[in-house]
């Protein structure tokens, strides 16, 4: 079976490296198909494997069963070869049956002469006239809540037809944020800073300015082997296509994690510590309010600083964010033990280079990654 996961730009690899880990063949996972960024084809074995992946995996945002590729025009014509597309779709009764309602959704990347909404209506109007003219009846479509949501992405003239594994929702909601921190980093992308820093369980680890907890939280769900799915499990749409899925047992890891989380807010902190608790870690996880400027004070030696400072685009006084970019690099470097790294992801490519200098650190990886609309770097500094 055919699969699409999705992820945020700048972490295919990341998605890659989990597939493997798994145990799909490198030869059968391909980044970047048809164009599309932010997307990791797979072959797996069934449709048991795909569920079980969008139940686990801690790097994707989406699963689908691929249904086919397909050219279409990106001038308005465009539009009826969609709507051709979707009256074609073959395997389509397999999942839909006459019971069951549906929706489509579009993202798009391109120059067309149509928008999102204006595929998904005549997709959705394809589809309906398929089945008026096979069994004389019209399927019932569900905008907020379907059981089977299909997904006609375009890239240019490629339009990809799949089946959406997960529902309204992204994984990266992943069902633990209680306390609604006002600039959160997105779930899969701190687990993909984890892996890119290559984090060991057994090496401690300090979010200096933790928000409202997203990184040490992550660190502490892939360290004790939590699905990432687990706090959403009935959410799927995957139990509402199959009617026998079967998620693995998953087993604990026995390790002891040093974890820590700190923020000079203490309105964040307690909201950290709420976030913790729903995901079922606070256990593993010491918080407390620090300033940054503290941070030598709190802790004497740490493996891998990794963190998420503000961008200080929503603070009026830009001194005040350089004074906090400055004791983030003069702290981490008195704290980091020997074989080190910091890790941290900013839109502020600008103040980053000036500390790299000033302090002396070694600059090792450099991405780009999308998080959301905002292209942001993430780094990894050595001593
Ligand atoms: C972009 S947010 C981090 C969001 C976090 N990664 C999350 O997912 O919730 C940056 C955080 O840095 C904190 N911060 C700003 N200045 C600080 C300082 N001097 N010391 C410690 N934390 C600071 C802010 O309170 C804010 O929570």
Redesign the pocket.
């Known amino acids: 079976m055919k699969i699409i996961l999705t992820c945020p730009i700048g972490l295919e690899d990341v998605v890659k490296k989990d597939l493997i880990e798994w145990g799909i063949k490198e030869e059968d996972i391909y980044l970047f198909p048809f164009g599309f960024r932010g997307r990791v084809f797979a072959e797996v074995k069934d449709y048991q494997e795909a569920c079980n992946l969008a139940y686990f995996l801690h790097s994707i945002n989406r699963v689908f069963i691929y249904l086919g590729v397909f050219e279409v025009k990106q001038s308005l014509e465009g539009l009826e070869q969609i709507k051709e597309v979707a009256f074609n779709l073959e395997d389509i009764e397999n999942f839909l049956d006459i019971s069951k309602t549906f929706a489509v959704r579009c993202s798009r990347r391109g120059k067309h002469e149509y928008r999102s909404p204006d595929v998904e209506k005549y997709a959705g109007a394809g589809i309906v006239e398929r089945y008026i003219s096979k069994y004389g009846k019209r399927p019932r479509v569900n905008l907020e809540n379907p059981d089977i949501l299909l997904r006609f992405d375009l890239h240019n003239e490629n339009l990809v037809v799949g089946l959406d594994l997960v529902g309204y929702e992204s994984l990266n909601k992943r069902g633990y944020r209680i306390y609604k921190?006002p600039?959160?980093?997105k779930g899969p992308i701190?687990y993909g800073m984890l892996r890119l820093i290559d984090w060991k369980f057994e090496e401690s680890l300090v979010?200096?300015?933790?928000?409202?907890?997203?990184?040490p939280i992550e660190a502490a769900l892939y360290g004790l082997n939590y699905p990432a799915g687990f706090l959403r499990k009935e959410n799927f749409l995957f139990w509402k296509i199959f009617e026998n899925v079967k998620l693995k047992d998953f087993q604990f890891r026995n390790v002891s994690l040093s974890l820590f989380g700190?923020?000079?807010?203490k309105k964040?902190i307690d909201g950290?510590k709420l976030n913790a608790e729903k995901a079922k870690v606070l256990n593993f996880i010491n918080f407390d309010v620090?300033?940054?400027?503290d941070l030598s004070k709190k802790i004497f030696k740490v493996d891998v600083v990794l963190?998420?400072?503000?961008?200080g685009l929503r603070i009026a006084n830009p001194l005040e964010t350089e004074?906090?970019y400055n004791?983030f690099f003069k702290e981490s470097k008195k704290i980091l033990s020997e074989k080190g790294r910091i890790g941290f992801i900013t839109s502020r490519d600008d103040l980053v280079h000036r500390y790299i200098s000033k302090y002396g650190f070694n600059l090792v990886h450099k991405r780009s990654i999308y998080h959301g609309k905002l292209n942001v770097y993430f780094y990894i500094l050595t001593l």
């Open positions: 921190h600039a959160p980093i701190a979010d200096p300015m933790c928000g409202g907890g997203t990184i700190f923020d000079k807010f964040h950290a620090v300033d940054v400027s963190t998420n400072p503000p961008y004074k906090v004791n």
